[in-house]
């Protein structure tokens, strides 16, 4: 048994979504329908190619050809031959590998019944919209009712999580520049690598834009790392020779455990930026200058206050101090993607 939903009672043209189990949910009609007996029809050309958990859904051809050319690539004449008409009278195309209450929704709104289409979506039913529309290139059918779905979700996190390739996704199906600048933006700076599902048909110019910046992000600030080593080496960096021995070990030890190198996989800017953070600072002590002891640091805590007042001074001085100020300036010149750049022409 499958089903039928009529997007168009008098229609001409039954698209069959293939294998499906979920029903449209809009308030359409859906008709629970047993295959018909082939001595109650006219056969025209074909077969009933329906199968159980397919759902057949009843379209105009010419609402369909004005808003989808690959649609109506398949309904128009190929080769000199009329489209094949089945047993039903109308032709048949198969669509595969789409969410069946996504399909129901682009085809009401191709229609024109908007009554049908529901005025707010999850992200994720926006993703499984706007993987048709991008396949089927309706995006004009569906363009005022996806910024309305957009506009009612909450403001994508500025954090990196498993919805950010689903904005990425929708902003660039939709046409969404400030919303794919801000995703693509979050994705570049925090993701150690972009997850994509399946079901995500984000474009190869993107995702490899993405790693490219990804990877040209942590190297910078590697090469931030690396050029503060040279300076603590050059004793240029920082205020006393003892401080910028043990500064520098401490910063080759941080980079030996991280094991940066190209292509950086598996790390993002963000992971290594809060891991330089988290260095601790360290209070040294420095020998009281003097002709004869210019004073060196010290990791050594004077045992009493009185020599620790004579002898030795406090002296504050870490890793935070030198990078943060490098860090911050990397951080506020990362961009996202601008969506005219990925866009095909």
Avoid at 135 to 140: G, I, K, L, R, V
Avoid at 203 to 226: F, N, Y
Avoid at 228 to 242: E, P, R
Avoid at 326 to 340: A, M, R
Wanted: hydrophobic share 35%; charged share 20%; proline share 6%.
């Amino acid at each position: 048994m499958s089903k039928v939903y009529e997007v168009d009672p008098e229609a001409d043209t039954l698209i069959i979504v293939s294998g499906t189990q979920a029903i449209p949910t809009a308030n359409g009609t859906v008709v629970p329908s047993k295959r018909p007996k082939k001595s109650d029809l006219h056969v025209v050309s074909g077969v009933d190619d329906s199968q159980p958990g397919d759902l057949r859904i009843k379209a105009s051809s010419k609402h369909l050809s004005l808003a989808s050319r690959p649609l109506r690539n398949k309904l128009s004449t190929a080769n000199g031959n009329s489209p094949t008409v089945q047993y039903d009278g109308r032709v048949h195309l198969r669509i595969e590998g789409y969410d069946p209450t996504a399909v129901t929704i682009v085809l009401n709104a191709i229609h024109g019944k908007s009554s049908r289409i529901p005025k707010s979506l999850y992200l994720e039913s926006v993703a499984k919209v706007a993987s048709f529309v991008q396949a089927f290139q309706c995006h004009e059918a569906v363009e005022a009712h996806a910024e309305r779905w957009l506009s009612r979700l909450n403001a994508p996190s500025s954090k990196y999580t498993s919805d950010t390739a689903s904005w990425i996704f929708v902003s660039y199906v939709f046409r969404q520049p400030e919303l794919f600048t801000a995703a693509t933006r979050t994705a570049i700076a925090q993701a150690p690598a972009l997850v994509v599902g399946q079901s995500l048909r984000i474009p190869d110019k993107v995702t490899s834009a993405i790693e490219t910046r990804r990877q040209q992000l942590v190297g910078k600030v590697v090469s931030v790392i690396h050029s503060l080593i040279v300076d603590l080496k050059d004793g240029t960096a920082s205020c006393t020779q003892g401080c910028d021995l043990f500064l520098l070990g401490s910063l080759v030890r941080a980079l030996h455990q991280w094991d940066l190198s190209p292509p950086y996989s598996g790390t993002s800017f963000e992971a290594v930026s809060r891991s330089l953070r988290e260095l601790q600072d360290q209070v040294w002590y420095v020998g009281a200058p003097s002709p004869s002891n210019p004073g060196a640091a010290s990791k050594t805590t004077p045992t009493t206050t009185e020599k620790r007042k004579d002898r030795f001074a406090a002296h504050y001085c870490g890793i935070r101090s030198l990078i943060n100020p490098k860090l911050y300036s990397l951080e506020v010149s990362v961009d996202g993607l601008h969506l005219d750049d990925v866009l095909d022409n």
